[in-house]
């Protein structure tokens, strides 16, 4: 009877330390990481793109944009400030929209197609939250 206690506990020892090391690896991983790697924000960013194209609300404002330039831009800017490899080597967030006078629902429009994408990639709540959260605070 003894054996099969100690069997027991360790069985539920070994299950309580898998799932807390796992948790400890999600929150040590990188937002970058969590989000799959350039390739999977490469992929987002030219979906939210095209969805910006398509977007009446606001893709007049895009309509002399270089726009392999904004994709490179985007993806290099969402990597570093996910955590990633990557160095953002465009435009400060201040000059690039200078005199753009840019108001709240134009901002608004924006990450409304940035999710769509993020939701069509199947991006999770907590990567999702923690990616808009990174962008909001370049808002101003
Ligand atoms: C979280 C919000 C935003 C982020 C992170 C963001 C990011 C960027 C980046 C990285 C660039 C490229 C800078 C460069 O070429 O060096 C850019 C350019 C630009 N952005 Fe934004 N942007 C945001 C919001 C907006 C909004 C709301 C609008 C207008 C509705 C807008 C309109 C533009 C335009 C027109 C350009 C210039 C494109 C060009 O001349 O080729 N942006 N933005």
Redesign the pocket.
Known sequence: MKWRTTVWTLMIVAVLAAGCSDKMMMEKKSLYDRLGGKPAITAVVDDFVGNVAGDAR?NQ??A????P??KT??VE?ICQASGGPCT?T??S?KA??AG?K?TDV??N???EDLIKSLDKFKVGAQEKNDLLGA??G??G
Do not use: C, P, S, T
């Open positions: 606001i404002r895009f002399n944009a270089n726009i330039r904004l831009m985007l800017q953002y465009g435009a967030m690039a929209h753009m840019i134009e901002f429009a924006l990450v962008l909001g370049m808002k």
